[in-house]
């Protein structure tokens, strides 16, 4: 895969990240706390598959995604674990509200997520955007 395209699927879930965390502020704004949930879990996940991918690292599933993660980035503490413990609350979380019956979050739960997931994207930018 050319450079070229390598930065642009970067760039691409970079940007995902960000449009998928403005989706999770607008449903939380009108109280669908589930699928905010669901979308502060997604806006992570792209950011962290385009840190992945720029240092090379693969994952075939949302558990590989987070094993690698935690492998590469928070066990080294690259990322600070308290991010890292957000991602892996978010991850389970996720889970939690798509398929189980009968489990709501509520604005007491997700609320205080948006400000750890906007610094984990930060984060993750300023880590590719490092590497040249």
């Known amino acids: ?3 070229s395209i390598r ?3 970067i760039s691409y879930r970079l940007k ?3 449009e998928t965390l403005e989706a999770a502020r607008l449903l939380a704004k009108n109280e669908h706390w589930n699928s905010a949930i669901n979308r502060l879990y ?5 950011a962290i598959s385009a840190l992945l991918y720029k240092y090379d690292i693969n ?3 949302h558990a590989g995604l987070k094993h690698q993660f935690t492998l590469h980035f928070i066990k080294t503490e690259v990322i600070d674990k308290e991010l890292g413990r957000v991602f892996i609350e978010l ?3 996720r889970q ?3 398929y189980d019956d009968f489990y709501d979050f509520d604005k007491d739960k997700t609320m205080p997520l948006f400000k750890p997931v906007e610094t984990l994207i930060e984060t993750v930018e300023s880590l590719i955007k490092d590497k040249k």
């Open 42 to 46: 997604y806006s992570c996940f792209y």
């Open 16 to 18: 995902s990240s960000k």
């Open 96 to 98: 939690k509200g798509d």
């Open 7 to 9: 930065q642009d699927y």
């Open 1 to 3: 895969m050319t450079k």
């Open 59 to 61: 994952a075939n599933s």
């Open 91 to 93: 991850f389970d979380w």
